[in-house]
């Protein structure tokens, strides 16, 4: 086998020949397919994010992370929030690493991956996302690489971004073929849920949205707001989103969260806990399959590059 070094220079070499640019509009992956052949497989990408802050998307997904994780499933978490990142404290370990050392060489990605509850990973973004801006061809095409081989590693990979409708966390929203929008009943929450899904549809409107309502009252009241959600979606953007579900508000979430614990595990029969097997479940069986072959994480990271560029 090439020493890898000697592979990466060949393959910027190549790209710098063909001289290979990223094209939103087609599903050019940078680096040509065949230099992937060991590699067979890609993960479901989706982004989690809101209209307002403070909504519960971290707690979402590692909960929701974990859950599909007991049903069988390898998942991997990215922390994305670049204002205050925050899965570390919610699973109460601290990572070492983060994308930057990857993307300058210092570690590979199985490094700077770190191990939760059931064998979920997951890898700080920190400021690693902020080197995407400027990175170097060969750094990207470094980059793709280790990325490659988590496409290999995870079925899902969930990428848990901020609030709102800033460029950064758009980008994570348009580089993502899946997007989950959190919110909560709040008519503020809910107008910022759709002013942003708004904003998602005019750029995209082959994305797979999904919404879920957190901090309900009761099942009628989510159903009601859920539906409604949807028909506007429906009405006004031509949009047909998919209500994967909703949680209760539930005080076994706010004591997990003071243990650093996950709540699916410290209180496994809480309400909150089979509201989010219900999503996990959901979200298994709407699996977008034929999306699998062109999507991935790395045309997610070469994606982001780009957004976050232009
Ligand atoms: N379903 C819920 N029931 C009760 N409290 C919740 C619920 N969801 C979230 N919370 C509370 O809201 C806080 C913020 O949640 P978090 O996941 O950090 O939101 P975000 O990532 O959107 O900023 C949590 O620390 C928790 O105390
Ligand atoms: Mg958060």
Not at 118 to 141: E, N, T, V, W
Request: aromatic share 8%.
């Amino acid at each position: 086998m090439k020493d890898q070094a000697v592979k990466l220079r060949e393959l910027v070499d190549k790209l710098n020949s063909k001289n290979l640019v990223f094209d939103d509009n087609s599903e050019e992956d940078i680096i040509p397919k065949e230099e992937y052949k060991e590699f067979k497989k890609n993960a479901r990408v989706i982004t989690i994010t809101s209209g307002k802050g403070g909504v519960g998307k971290t707690n979402i997904t590692i909960n929701l992370a974990i859950k599909l994780a007991q049903l069988g499933l390898k998942v991997i978490i990215i922390d994305a929030d670049l204002g205050l990142s925050n899965v570390d404290i919610v699973l109460g370990k601290t990572p070492k690493y983060n994308l930057s050392d990857v993307i300058n060489y210092r570690k590979n990605i199985n490094d700077i991956l770190e191990e939760g509850p059931y064998g979920i990973k997951f890898i700080s973004g920190g400021s690693g996302l902020q080197d995407l801006i400027k990175i170097s061809k060969d750094k990207l095409a470094h980059l793709l690489i280790e990325f490659g081989k988590l496409d290999q590693e995870a079925d899902i990979v969930f990428i848990d971004t901020g609030a709102g409708i800033s460029d950064k966390v758009m980008s994570f929203i348009y580089a993502a073929k899946e997007v989950i929008v959190v919110t909560t009943p709040e008519p503020t929450a809910i107008t910022d849920a759709y002013a942003l899904i708004k904003n998602i549809a005019q750029k995209d409107k082959t994305k797979n949205i999904s919404i879920i309502l957190n901090r309900v009252e009761n099942s009628i009241e989510a159903r009601n707001i859920l539906e409604k959600i949807y028909q506007v979606c429906y009405k006004f953007l031509g949009l047909t989103i998919c209500k994967l579900g909703f949680i209760y508000n539930d005080i076994n979430i706010s004591k997990a969260v003071k243990m650093q614990e996950p709540f699916i595990i410290a209180y496994e029969k809480s309400q909150a806990a089979l509201n989010i097997t219900d999503i996990a479940r959901t979200l298994v069986r709407i699996n977008h399959k034929e999306d699998e072959k062109k999507y991935g994480l790395r045309l997610f990271v070469n994606k982001l590059k780009w957004f976050f560029n232009t």
